[in-house]
């Protein structure tokens, strides 16, 4: 408690000792900042992006011929040649975009995994 006493007394001596300069001008103003260029609201991507619900936001773009990382979410569905089966559309702690491209087949499930529009891996359990 002592301790606590002597710092906010130590502080306000510092304090008034600043106050008790012989000048009597104002210190002069600061210049007006530049204005700042507005940020970016986000990302952008080369091509659609697919959505939610599993449809793309534009034509199919892509020349990709086999399913492969790096190729564009849409792209995936062009070579799948039918809808994802689900889609989970969020966003990385690092503001990236991530998506999750389900296919229910016949022969088992398969996950694509997409940042940024571009697949980075696939999971086959």
């Not at 994802?84 to 998506?99: P, W």
């Not at 995994?113 to 086959?124: G, H, P, T």
């Amino acid at each position: 408690m002592r301790l606590k006493v002597l710092s906010c007394v130590t502080l306000a001596a510092i304090g008034l000792a600043a106050c008790t300069g012989t000048g009597s001008a104002l210190p002069p103003l600061a210049a007006p900042a530049a204005p700042m260029a507005a940020a970016p609201s986000g990302p952008t991507f080369d091509g659609p992006l697919l959505g939610p619900d599993g449809r793309c936001t534009g034509p199919f773009t892509g020349t990709a011929t086999i399913i492969e990382p790096g190729i564009s979410e849409c792209e995936l569905v062009r070579l799948k040649g039918k809808p994802a089966t689900d889609v989970l559309v969020g966003e990385s702690g690092k503001g990236q975009r991530e998506v999750q491209v389900l296919y229910a087949e016949p022969g088992g499930r398969e996950l694509y995994f997409f940042v940024d529009n571009r697949l980075e891996r696939i999971a086959k359990p």
